[in-house]
């Protein structure tokens, strides 16, 4: 792979989402083959060549080494495996939010926690000499969670298609399976146990450990991971402007621990000194600016993008390549 190699979904909510995430920060996506075509091409950084590929499909990609870069749900990453395969996690991307829940049926009035399916199983193992089966296609994350609780009669029947009929059908009595607003569940007749929460998933951008790092991929996606920190520094943090004296010079340095300030110029004595700030954190600035000593204007602005010379996202993934 000469190039960085970056993995998106290829349909659905989510390539949507990701499509107005990079846009967002302006990289922008072109679909060569048409909206229902796999090739595409992305603007606005050099040395990134994307591909598009199944939610899963990524997944099994990243843990493969086959690509650098995937764009995929935290569920699948957790279900094939990525934890133990040299796979991680540079940005959680804040939309694609799902649960990955054990559900039972509504009617089941007194099971409400695992401890209680624990008994339930071992009951119907007695009674019908055969285990509870539990429908899922989260096998792997099914049997750690259940293991976890030490829940040992039940037997996991895998779900290709509408889990959360399992039990109507007569196929399964409980099911394993993931849930936005739980409104599928719930007309299906189904609750969600009191702590039957396996996993609170979202879309991440994931890299591969295990894919070809060269010093162009590296700087290729020092670039990609730039722009995108760049464009959220941008949007939640303001550049505040001040003309400080020494004292207060000296103070402004103690407000990156308590604050989350980060000194961007520091100037001279009666030069104007640059911060940024969390936008949230813009008046506990000031207030602390004016108990250092600082009389005059204190101006603010907001920016598009602000590049760090020492960008979080890189820095987070450069500790993990070889040199």
Not at 186 to 212: M, T
Not at 233 to 241: E, N
Not at 295 to 322: E, I, N, Q
């Given at each position: 792979?000469?190039a960085?190699?970056?993995?998106l979904?290829?349909?659905?909510?989510?390539?949507?989402?990701m499509?107005?995430?990079?846009?967002?920060?302006?990289?922008h996506v072109r679909?060569?083959a048409?909206?229902?075509?796999y090739a595409?091409?992305?603007?606005?950084v050099?040395?990134?060549n994307l591909?598009?590929?199944?939610?899963?499909?990524?997944?099994?990609?990243?843990?493969?080494?086959?690509?650098h870069f995937?764009?995929?749900?935290?569920d699948?990453?957790a279900?094939?495996g990525a934890?133990?395969a040299?796979?991680?996690?540079?940005?959680?991307?804040?939309?694609?939010?799902?649960?990955?829940?054990?559900?039972?049926?509504?009617a089941?009035?007194?099971?409400?926690?695992m401890?209680?399916l624990?008994?339930?199983a071992h009951?119907?193992?007695?009674?019908?000499?055969r285990?509870?089966?539990?429908?899922?296609?989260?096998?792997?994350?099914?049997?750690?969670?259940?293991?976890?609780?030490?829940?040992a009669?039940y037997?996991?029947v895998e779900s290709?298609?509408?889990?959360?009929?399992?039990?109507?059908?007569?196929?399964?009595?409980?099911?394993?399976?993931i849930?936005?607003?739980?409104?599928t569940l719930a007309a299906?007749?189904?609750?969600?146990l009191d702590?039957?929460?396996?996993?609170?998933?979202q879309a991440v951008?994931?890299?591969?450990?295990?894919?070809?790092w060269?010093?162009?991929?590296?700087?290729?996606a020092q670039g990609?991971?730039?722009?995108?920190?760049?464009r959220q520094?941008g949007?939640?943090s303001?550049?505040?402007?001040?003309?400080i004296?020494?004292?207060a010079?000296k103070?402004?340095?103690?407000l990156?621990?308590s604050l989350?300030?980060?000194v961007?110029?520091?100037g001279g004595?009666?030069d104007?000194?640059s911060?940024?700030?969390?936008?949230?954190?813009?008046?506990?600035?000031?207030?602390?600016?004016r108990?250092?000593?600082v009389?005059?204007a204190?101006?603010?602005?907001?920016?598009?993008?602000?590049f760090l010379?020492d960008d979080?996202?890189f820095?987070?993934l450069?500790?993990?390549?070889?040199?």
């Amino acid at each position: 792979m000469s190039a960085l190699t970056l993995a998106l979904p290829s349909k659905g909510r989510l390539q949507e989402q990701m499509i107005g995430y990079l846009a967002d920060a302006g990289l922008h996506v072109r679909q060569t083959a048409g909206a229902r075509g796999y090739a595409a091409t992305l603007s606005g950084v050099d040395g990134v060549n994307l591909v598009l590929l199944s939610a899963s499909e990524i997944a099994s990609e990243l843990i493969a080494g086959r690509v650098h870069f995937g764009v995929t749900g935290e569920d699948l990453l957790a279900e094939a495996g990525a934890g133990t395969a040299r796979v991680e996690t540079i940005e959680r991307l804040g939309f694609g939010r799902a649960n990955v829940v054990v559900a039972v049926p509504r009617a089941w009035i007194d099971v409400a926690t695992m401890a209680d399916l624990d008994d339930v199983a071992h009951d119907f193992h007695a009674r019908h000499h055969r285990r509870l089966r539990v429908a899922t296609k989260y096998l792997n994350l099914a049997r750690d969670f259940f293991g976890s609780h030490g829940i040992a009669d039940y037997r996991v029947v895998e779900s290709l298609g509408a889990t959360e009929g399992a039990p109507a059908a007569g196929t399964a009595e409980v099911i394993v399976d993931i849930t936005t607003t739980g409104t599928t569940l719930a007309a299906n007749h189904l609750k969600v146990l009191d702590d039957g929460l396996i996993l609170e998933s979202q879309a991440v951008l994931a890299a591969s450990f295990r894919a070809n790092w060269t010093s162009a991929t590296k700087e290729a996606a020092q670039g990609l991971l730039g722009r995108i920190s760049a464009r959220q520094l941008g949007k939640t943090s303001y550049v505040v402007r001040a003309r400080i004296d020494r004292q207060a010079e000296k103070a402004v340095g103690t407000l990156e621990g308590s604050l989350g300030v980060r000194v961007l110029s520091p100037g001279g004595t009666g030069d104007e000194v640059s911060l940024l700030v969390p936008r949230d954190k813009l008046n506990a600035l000031v207030a602390a600016l004016r108990r250092f000593g600082v009389g005059g204007a204190v101006s603010t602005l907001s920016t598009d993008y602000v590049f760090l010379p020492d960008d979080p996202l890189f820095a987070t993934l450069a500790t993990r390549l070889p040199s």
